[in-house]
C-alpha cells in the first residue's frame, strides 16, 4: 500500500479517470477546472529553455569534435524528414483504406468560422525562428557551447552550468509531483467543455486516427529500436509516467524536460539528448503529420472529391514544408490543414469545421506519438554515433520491471 502512494503513475492515472468522470457529470464545473492543467504546463514550460542551454552546453563541451556535434544535427533532420514523409504516407494510405469520411452527414454540423484558420501560404521561416522560442534557445545554446569549449575559461564555467544543471533538475522533479493536478485539471476541462458525445459523428476518424498511431509506435517506431536490439514495450514502459502526463494534459511540451532526463539517464549522451530532442518537438512530429494527412483525406470523402495523384503528391509536398514551419504557433493544426486545401483547391477549407468538435479528443494522440517519436530519434542517433551506454539503459529498464 506504502508502494502505491508513492507511485506517480497510480495518481496521475487516477487524476485521469477523475477528470473523466467530473467531465462527464458536471460539466461546468469541470470546465472551472482548466487552470489547473493550463497553469501546470506554465510551470514546467518554464524549464525547457533552461534545460536545454545547460544540457546543450555541457555536452558540446564534453565532445570531442566540433564536426560530430555537426554530424549529429545533420543526422537528425535527415531521419527527421524521412520518418514524419513515412507518417504522412501512412496516414493517407490508411485513410483510404478504412475511408473514414465516406457516409458522413454534414447537414446537421454547426457551421463555425474558420476565417482565422486561413492562411495564404506556408508560414515563413522568418516568423518561424521569432515564434519558436525554443529554436531560438537551442541555437543559441550551440553558439555558446561552441565558444565555451574554445574558451581558456572552460573548466570554470562548465563546473558552474553542471552546479546549475544539478539544481535544475531537482527542482523540476519536485514539479512533476504535482503532475496529477495537472492531469486532472486538462482532462476534466475536454471532457466538460466538448463532452463524451461529441465523438459519436466522427467516431470513426477518431477510433482510426488512433489506431494508426498505435501501430505506427510499434512497428515503425518499434521496428526502429529493434535495429539496435532494444524493445519498445520496455521502452514506454520506462516512460509511462510521461506518457500519462501527456494524456492528461493534451501536451507533448509538459514533459518536454523529463524526457530529456530520463534519455540521458538511460544512456543517451547529453550532446545528443540537447540537441535531437528540443530539434524534434519543431520537426519530428509524427502523430502530427498522420493526423494532418488523414484528416485531409477524410474531409476530400466527406465531401466526395476524388483527388487525382497529382494533388495527393501536392498534398504530402505542402505538408512536408508546413507541418514543420507552423511548429510552436498557436493553432498551427488547422492553419497547416487550411494551407493545404487552398493548394489543392478542390476541397472546401469550410469543411475544418466538422473537424473542431473532435480536434481536442485527438490531440492526446498526437501528443504521445509525438512524444514518443523524439525520445526514438534520440536513441537511434545516439547509437548511431557511438555515444550510448547500453548499461545503463539495462539498469533503467529492470528498475521499471516487477
Known sequence: MKKIRKNLTFWVLLAIIAGILLGHFSPATAIAMQPLGKYFIDVVKLFINPIIVVTIVTGICGMESMKKVGRIGGKA??????????????????AYLVQPGVGIDTSGVEVADVSKYRNDGAISMMSFFRDNSTIQFLLGSIVVGILLSRSAYKTTVLAQVQWAAKYLFMALGWVMKLSPIGAFGGMAFTIGKYGLAALLPLGKLMLCVYITMFLFIIFVLGAVLRYYNISIWKFLRYLR????????????????????????????????????????????????????????????????????????????????????????????????????????KVIPVQGLALLLGVDRFMSEARAITNFIGNGVATIFLSNQESLFDRSMMEERFKERLP
Request: proline residues 2%; charged residues 10%.
Open 241 to 344: 509516467d510521461e506518457l500519462l502526463i501527456v494524456l492528461g494534459t493534451s501536451s507533448s511540451e509538459a514533459a518536454l524536460p523529463a524526457l530529456m532526463n530520463k534519455l540521458e539517464r538511460m544512456g543517451c549522451h547529453r550532446s545528443v539528448v540537447g540537441l535531437v530532442v528540443p530539434t524534434g518537438y519543431s520537426f519530428n512530429l509524427d502523430g502530427t503529420s498522420i493526423y494532418l494527412s488523414m484528416a485531409i483525406i477524410f474531409l476530400a470523402q466527406v465531401f466526395n472529391v476524388q483527388l487525382t495523384w497529382e494533388q495527393i503528391i501536392t498534398i504530402i509536398g505542402v505538408l512536408m514544408v508546413t507541418s514543420k514551419g507552423a511548429a510552436g504557433v498557436t493553432g498551427s493544426g488547422f492553419i497547416i490543414l487550411a494551407s493545404t486545401l487552398a493548394a489543392v
Open 77 to 94: 533532420l535527415l531521419y527527421f524528414e524521412v520518418v514524419t514523409t513515412l507518417a504522412l504516407v501512412i496516414g493517407i494510405a490508411v
